[in-house]
């Protein structure tokens, strides 16, 4: 079914799917937010938002992870607690890409507009991993994230450190790693957020061995295996994992990608809306205009960081009112 976006009117080539589980949840944030006019005044204090860096010392991998987290403006001025979203960055990239490529700008100016309220952001260090453990076992990126890197956040800065407020969200490789992260790990993590996430339903046959293709299959040999193992990566994949929605029943889902990616990942975004739609799980998304990276996210990074505002926002609301929210 196809109707304007609630996030993104004016665009076209734009589809929505939130199943009816779904509506309550959705109608609780929407009453907390209501329309851009009506939103509450945000404090002065609340934006810019300050990033500050360091490193997490890492048994698991055997070594320092470095990361940023982009902090509230009045995060050292007062004794709150706040919900936490991590981003991961995509392939190529590090942890300075939040900062260098506009993620803070963009963070900052909704926190201006009064589009949403705090929250951390973390953004961790993850070279070309994907955000699983290797299938040679030599790095456990996986298991440092969940094990080490979480616990590690909440015992340094003060977040709410429960799933309800813990989102994740990612681009590209990033938005690969942050479906596979929720998928697999809801006690984890109660929402997330993919743009142009690099999904793929199969791998090519004959896998390639020349040209950009060949250069990215070379690159997907350290975490997937050398040669490339399918079923390793089929196990790892959220599309294979959205076959199984009864494992995340409560997980929040958000994803979009531009219609003209250059890697053609709109294909497995398309899939993902199918696989999720015919188990009558809800989700949204959304294609937009575009193609991929972060040209794509600063046109429509907003729309995942207002997601998971809201999904905070609803999750707060049900815990004052001693209700749960139902997917």
Excluded at 64 to 92: E, M, N, W
Excluded at 182 to 208: D, E, R, T
Aim: hydrophobic share 35%; glycine share 8%; with cysteine.
């Amino acid at each position: 079914m196809r109707n304007p976006s609630h996030f993104d009117p004016g665009y076209c080539s734009i589809r929505l799917r939130a199943k009816l589980g779904n509506i309550l949840f959705l109608l609780s944030a929407l009453f907390l937010l209501g329309s851009a006019s009506e939103a509450p005044a945000v404090s002065a204090q609340s934006f810019p938002t300050q990033l500050e860096c360091g490193s997490v010392s890492s048994e698991i991998l055997n070594r320092s992870v470095d990361y940023c987290i982009d902090l509230p403006a009045d995060y050292h001025l007062s004794q709150k607690r706040y919900p936490t979203l991590y981003f991961l960055h995509g392939l190529f990239e590090n942890y300075h890409a939040w900062d260098e490529h506009g993620g803070k700008e963009i963070l900052d100016g909704l926190l201006e507009a009064g589009k949403i309220g705090s929250f951390l952001v973390v953004l961790p260090d993850a070279d070309n991993t994907f955000y699983v453990n290797s299938y040679d076992g030599h790095e456990r990126y996986e298991d440092f994230f969940i094990q080490e890197l979480v616990p590690f956040i909440d015992h340094t800065y003060r977040t709410i450190p429960t799933p309800q407020m813990r989102g994740i969200s990612g681009t590209s490789m990033g938005g690969y790693g942050a479906l596979h992260l929720a998928m697999k790990y809801p006690n984890v993590f109660g929402s997330v957020s993919a743009q142009g996430a690099a999904l793929l339903p199969k791998f090519p046959h004959p896998i390639p061995t020349e040209g950009r293709w060949g250069f990215y299959a070379r690159i997907l040999e350290r975490s997937f295996g050398n040669p490339l193992n399918e079923a390793y990566w089929d196990a790892n994949n959220p599309l294979t994992m959205a076959e199984h929605p009864e494992r995340f029943r409560n997980l929040k889902i958000y994803f979009d990608c531009g219609t003209d990616d250059r890697y053609g990942f709109e294909n497995g975004a398309e899939l993902l809306d199918k696989i999720l739609s015919q188990h009558d799980f809800p989700h949204t998304f959304v294609l937009r205009p575009g193609n991929h990276g972060w040209d794509y996210l600063q046109k429509y990074m907003q729309y995942a960081l207002i997601f998971e505002w809201r999904v905070f926002q609803a999750s707060e609301q049900s815990s004052s009112s001693g209700a749960h929210p139902q997917p």
